[in-house]
T-cell receptor, first 112, second 113 residues
Framework: ETGVTQTPRHLVMGMTNKKSLKCEQH?????MYWYKQSAKKPLELMFV???????ENNSVPSRFSPECPNSSHLFLHLHTLQPEDSALYLC???????????FGPGTRLTVL | GQNIDQPTEMTATEGAIVQINCTYQ??????LFWYQQHAGEAPTFLSY????GLEEKGRFSSFLSRSKGYSYLLLKELQMKDSASYLC??????????????FGIGTKLQVIP
């Protein structure tokens, strides 16, 4: 498999649930990102890992918790989310920061 | 910080030419990206301009003026499949470490027969 993959593609969860989003890149890139995309808003950068080190936490609530066990995998752990967290969550990777980013297909999250 | 402006929606006719503009105000600038995003899909890279001028890539061209803080994406011989959102994104001046790319809201282009 090539490129950037994300699972699951769709997720419906209640506000008390705990779930995790998974991202995997097969491109040998050094930087990985989590973005949130909501209707009528720009892509919002949430977290960045550069060489497995977290370099950006864009004032994201603690109910979102990232994990980067190695340079190919990135997780986003979710707990006690709010309905306004419903959005498309996109993972991306790039060779280095500031370079062209390759996006995964996204996880469409609905919080009930 | 970064501020990026682009129209939210545009409509154009199949076979025609359309220009999507993007203006930016930034505290530091290295280059400008254009991405295409079809509904329900991930953004895909179209172009990256660092120097002033026009860069052509098939039916798509991208222009940059650093002094004016202005870019445009030009789509020629429009096809129905070009209906998508087009995202403008700015890359800041490299300063060592991480460079955060900032995205505009995107321009939703509808191509009509």
């Amino acid at each position: 498999e090539t490129g950037v993959t994300q699972t699951p593609r769709h997720l419906v969860m209640g506000m008390t649930n705990k779930k995790s989003l998974k991202c995997e890149q097969h491109l040998g890139h050094n930087a990985m990102y989590w973005y949130k995309q909501s209707a009528k808003k720009p892509l919002e950068l949430m977290f960045v890992y550069n060489f497995k080190e977290q370099t950006e936490n864009n004032s994201v609530p603690s109910r979102f918790s990232p994990e980067c066990p190695n340079s190919s995998h990135l997780f986003l752990h979710l707990h006690t989310l709010q309905p306004e967290d419903s959005a498309l969550y996109l993972c991306a990777s790039s060779q280095d920061s500031g370079r062209e980013e390759f996006f995964g297909p996204g996880t469409r999250l609905t919080v009930l | 910080g970064q501020n990026i402006d682009q129209p939210t929606e545009m409509t154009a006719t199949e076979g025609a030419i359309v220009q999507i503009n993007c203006t930016y105000q930034t505290s530091g600038f290295n280059g400008l990206f254009w991405y295409q995003q079809h509904a329900g899909e991930a953004p895909t890279f179209l172009s990256y301009n660092v120097l002033d001028g026009l860069e052509e890539k098939g039916r798509f061209s991208s222009f940059l003026s650093r002094s004016k803080g202005y870019s445009y994406l030009l789509l020629k011989e429009l096809q129905m499949k070009d209906s998508a959102s087009y995202l403008c994104a700015v890359s800041p001046t490299p300063s060592g470490g991480y460079q955060k790319v900032t995205f505009g809201i995107g321009t939703k282009l509808q191509v009509i027969p």
